[in-house]
């Protein structure tokens, strides 16, 4: 333990170590659906093939669903896009036979939005950013 050297990592350490620790999460609660991580990513484009929204999401080795990101350009909010966006990911889940959707999210962000889509508060993390709540929210679907 003496030899032990702490240095900065790249890329690839990144990689290994993600992969390590896949590995052993796997060794403890086995992979139910046949690749380990999806990502299932949507954009909505206007007439001008401008991106106007998109959400990123990924399925990972449980059948459960993070979703990563939600986006609506400024222009677009209040017009029924987010919710398609949710919906869109809703609905694959459910085909992949996944049971549990989460996210995070700040309260300066869509909180109430996914309140109003049926997602729960599991938790919440204060002065992050300083002022400012992080929430951690949860969907299981039937």
Not at 2 to 12: A, D, M, R, V
Not at 67 to 92: F, P
Not at 101 to 114: E, V
Request: negative net charge.
């Amino acid at each position: 333990m003496n030899n032990l050297t702490l240095k900065n990592g790249n890329q690839e350490d990144s990689n290994y170590i993600i992969n390590k620790l896949v590995e052993y999460n796997l060794s403890e609660v086995p992979q139910t659906q046949e690749v380990a991580y999806v990502w299932i990513n949507k954009i909505i484009e206007n007439d001008k093939k401008e991106v106007v929204g998109g959400i990123l999401a990924k399925m990972y080795c449980w059948n459960v669903i993070y979703i990563d990101a939600l986006w609506i350009d400024k222009s677009y909010r209040k017009c029924g896009i987010g919710e398609k966006l949710l919906l869109e990911i809703e609905n694959i889940a459910k085909e992949e036979n996944c049971y549990l959707i989460h996210l995070d999210t700040f309260d300066f962000q869509a909180k109430d939005f996914y309140l109003k889509y049926g997602y729960e508060i599991f938790g919440v993390l204060d002065e992050c950013p300083k002022d400012h709540k992080r929430y951690f929210l949860k969907k299981y679907l039937e």
